[in-house]
């Protein structure tokens, strides 16, 4: 009887003891995976807060119109990422010599392309917008495309004949030009065709508009310097 009361008593504290706990491996990767990812989150904001580059600023205010140069050009130091500044990089100056102001800038205004106009063409020359029409111009033209501005007449149209065919007192001569940018119409369910810049001599841009207005112009790509 002693014997056996003795042997519950011995086995009492072995059922007493606390069972040891299973660790779960994947939660335990899966959460250092996750401390490991948000450290190097962390790590490249900061680095790049911390890199620093110099962009274009201007050293004295500017008007609308006037031709930047590198007189007006100075640099300032900022950080990447710390604002949605299009910022242009000083190694980028000469995207911007030569341009003229689209807006008026005051000084330590920083340089951006929405703030700058097109590039003025060269002393003798201009720019103009001609609506060329399907079938009046190869289709592909491009901007840098060396290009004869043909002027049709009414007689070249009523006759079929061809510019060359026309008698040169109602025919004039084909303009040379360069083509400096196609753009599509922004409603081209009503407008037809594409808007051609071209640069062109300074003295033929009347005569050219002229013609453009009535639809009297076709473009002929021809070898550079033709």
Not at 8 to 16: C, I, K, Q, S, Y
Not at 47 to 64: A, E, F, I, M, R
Not at 107 to 115: E, F, H, K, Q, S
Not at 117 to 122: C, D, E, L, Y
Request: aromatic share 2%.
């Amino acid at each position: 009887m002693s014997n056996l009361h003795l042997a519950t008593l011995a086995e009492t504290p072995a059922r007493l003891r606390p069972r040891p706990r299973r660790i779960r491996l994947p939660l335990a990767i899966l959460g250092l995976l996750l401390v490991v990812a948000c450290a190097l989150g962390f790590g490249t904001i900061l680095t790049q807060v911390g890199q620093q580059y110099q962009v274009l600023v201007l050293s004295h205010p500017v008007d609308v119109g006037d031709v930047i140069t590198a007189s007006d050009l100075g640099l300032a130091t900022v950080s990447t990422g710390t604002s949605g500044i299009a910022f242009i990089t000083a190694g980028n100056e000469s995207t911007v010599i030569g341009r003229p102001a689209a807006v008026a800038m005051p000084a330590g205004a920083p340089v951006i392309a929405a703030d700058l106009g097109s590039v003025p063409p060269p002393a003798g020359q201009a720019i103009v917008a001609v609506l060329i029409k399907p079938g009046d111009a190869p289709p592909s033209l491009a901007p840098g495309a060396a290009v004869w501005v043909v002027i049709t007449t009414p007689e070249t149209q009523s006759t079929g004949l061809s510019p060359s065919a026309t008698p040169a007192a109602t025919s004039p001569a084909p303009v040379s030009a360069t083509v400096t940018a196609v753009d599509t119409p922004s409603d081209s369910a009503i407008t037809q065709g594409v808007i051609v810049s071209l640069s062109l001599p300074a003295s033929d841009v009347q005569t050219v508009t002229t013609a453009a207005a009535a639809g009297n112009v076709s473009l002929a790509l021809v070898p550079p310097g033709s």
